[in-house]
């Protein structure tokens, strides 16, 4: 009885709840990156001593250099396949998904949707977790539960009370 308070005083679905946030930042990762944003080049200033001068670098030098090739390079072939948005899947990941009983994201379009449902299950459990907590700190998760204690017993002793009746009405039919 005790060990069954004990329980109930644990957090609940604290498993389904850590799954689900593992499978959000593993669909997180699988996303495309985004391109970063380039920043405007700002021109610093240099505070350097008279005849010293300021190498600046190659890409930003106003002046190129053409050079003529003096050999001709032979055509390498180049076996780089266009990036394809299939997402290839191991037996953990599959492991993952089952468990929560969501089908995994075959390509990378998928991954939006996905989140979404793992996301709207996660608020579920949460506000499961929340209510389960304001119980807790009421004290009516205590009477709850030995409300159900009180009625089980009072149902097995119901039981056994059924099956001595029924013991001796056969043990008098027999006789």
């Known amino acids: ?19 689900l946030e593992q499978t959000i930042n593993f669909c997180k990762t699988l996303l495309p990156k985004t391109q970063k944003e380039e920043v405007e080049n700002v021109e610093p200033e240099y505070n350097s001593p008279e005849g010293y001068a300021v ?11 053409f050079m003529t090739a003096t050999k001709k390079k032979g055509l390498h072939k180049k076996n780089k396949t266009a990036s394809s948005n299939v997402i290839k899947h191991d037996a953990y ?8 009983k969501i089908t995994a994201p075959s390509t990378t379009d998928q991954i939006p949707a996905t989140l979404e449902t793992l996301t709207s299950e996660l608020t579920k459990y949460q506000e499961k977790i ?3 907590e304001k119980k807790k700190d009421d004290g009516t998760l205590l009477k709850e539960f030995q409300e159900k204690a009180a009625a089980k017993t ?19 039919v027999a006789e």
């Open 1 to 19: 009885m005790e060990r069954q308070m004990e329980q109930l005083l644990n957090q609940p679905h604290l498993a389904e709840v850590a799954l």
């Open 55 to 65: 190498i600046v670098k190659k890409k930003d030098r106003e002046e190129e250099m």
């Open 93 to 100: 990941t599959f492991r993952l998904f089952e468990a929560l």
């Open 130 to 132: 929340a209510e389960w």
């Open 154 to 172: 009072e149902a097995k002793k119901a039981a056994a009370a059924e099956t001595t009746d029924v013991v001796e009405t056969t043990a008098a």
